[in-house]
């Protein structure tokens, strides 16, 4: 173990990482994808101008404190006594990895708390980078220095996989990573190289989409762990699995009309995915959420949840005239809700990155 204090109290270290929105998601997940990899399972994510930055400062000798904008609790642990089942246990996990110990971990999201944009994934690859980037000026020689995006991406997919015990998908770290609009594809049985990245615009493509499309939060916490526990066992029950291979299907086609920077095209595979899944995974749309899309179907737009939905946020796509009404729909739905608004977000072209 070595302590950072020191350092830290020179100069300490900020990295930031941008949060998501998705169509395909849960096929980031082994049980569903290995399978049935001769299918091309897929998802679609675009990083969005929502960012987590995460802070190391420098603390006592020996301890590791981990706070969060947002939440109530404060964590504080013996470097030899980490409490990985922790509510943030997972960050803890993290700082284990590298051995370090005299900091404090400062979190700060410009998402709501969750919020379904895939908060704690994209936290944890900035905390990743902020390890690393110590673990640079350090010098230590180090096996397990964690440098480039790749690496980065495997150990935060691989951390959150293990310590939440399995099932866990890997789509929120990706784009957290790289940022930008990608299809995904999951090939876990390929041992190089478990996925594939397609970006499907450029920057002046993503400055355009981010005129054709909205985000807003239900004002509705969400859960993830039992939606996508239920979600997998019907899958692999076989109850669910010709849904989710269509789905699949809508979600292949949809990539390609965003990658021609066809809107309508895009919303159009966009409700088909979405009908698809109110029959796959009910549980994801509650009755704020089930307005927020039929708001946005109705004016001809594409509405989806983010993540696994059952709360959380909303986004949506069409054509620039649509997405004006659908704006105005919104806001006059989510104005009496506690919490509940339409957020400033854009596509974030850029992934994770330390900030001076």
């Avoid at 999951?186 to 985000?215: C, R, Y």
């Avoid at 004002?219 to 979600?231: E, F, L, Q």
């Avoid at 909303?314 to 997405?323: E, I, P, S, T």
Wanted: aromatic share 8%; glycine share 10%.
């Amino acid at each position: 173990m070595g302590s950072v204090r020191e350092l830290l109290t020179r100069s300490p270290v900020t990295v930031s990482a941008p949060c998501r929105v998705d169509a395909g998601g849960t096929w980031d997940i082994k049980a569903l994808a290995l399978p049935l990899e001769r299918q091309t399972p897929a998802t679609v994510n675009m990083a969005l101008t929502l960012r987590t930055a995460v802070t190391l400062h420098p603390y006592k000798e020996g301890r590791i404190k981990i706070f969060s904008r947002g939440f109530s609790h404060t964590e504080e642990a013996f470097a030899d006594r980490l409490p990985f089942n922790s509510p943030f246990g997972l960050f803890f996990a993290a700082v284990s990895y590298f051995g370090y110990h005299g900091l404090e971990v400062e979190i700060d999201s410009q998402s709501p708390v969750k919020s379904a944009l895939g908060g704690s994934s994209t936290a944890l690859v900035a905390l990743l980078g902020a390890l690393g980037e110590v673990g640079g000026e350090v010098g230590r020689l180090r096996d397990n220095q964690v440098r480039s995006r790749k690496e980065i991406l495997h150990l935060a997919y691989h951390l959150e996989d293990g310590i939440s015990g399995g099932n866990c998908g890997i789509q929120d770290q990706a784009a957290a990573v790289y940022g930008g609009v990608h299809l995904w594809k999951w090939h876990f049985g390929q041992p190089a190289e478990p996925l594939t990245g397609i970006p499907l615009l450029d920057q002046k493509g993503q400055e355009v989409l981010s005129n054709h499309m909205l985000v807003a939060y239900s004002g509705k916490s969400h859960v993830a762990a039992y939606t996508n526990r239920k979600w997998v066992n019907d899958f692999l029950s076989g109850k669910t699995r010709s849904g989710w291979i269509k789905a699949n299907g809508a979600v292949h086609s949809f990539a390609q009309a965003i990658q021609a920077g066809d809107w309508d095209r895009a919303a159009f595979f966009m409700r088909e995915e979405m009908a698809l899944r109110r029959e796959i995974t009910p549980e994801a749309l509650d009755h704020v959420t089930e307005k927020m899309v039929t708001a946005a179907e109705s004016v001809g737009c594409g509405g989806r949840f983010a993540g696994a939905g059952a709360g959380g946020s909303v986004w949506a796509l069409g054509k620039k005239v649509n997405m004006d009404e659908l704006r105005r729909k919104w806001r006059k739905l989510l104005t009496p809700i506690k919490d509940a608004q339409i957020l400033d977000a854009g596509v974030d072209a850029q992934g994770i990155r330390r900030e001076f």
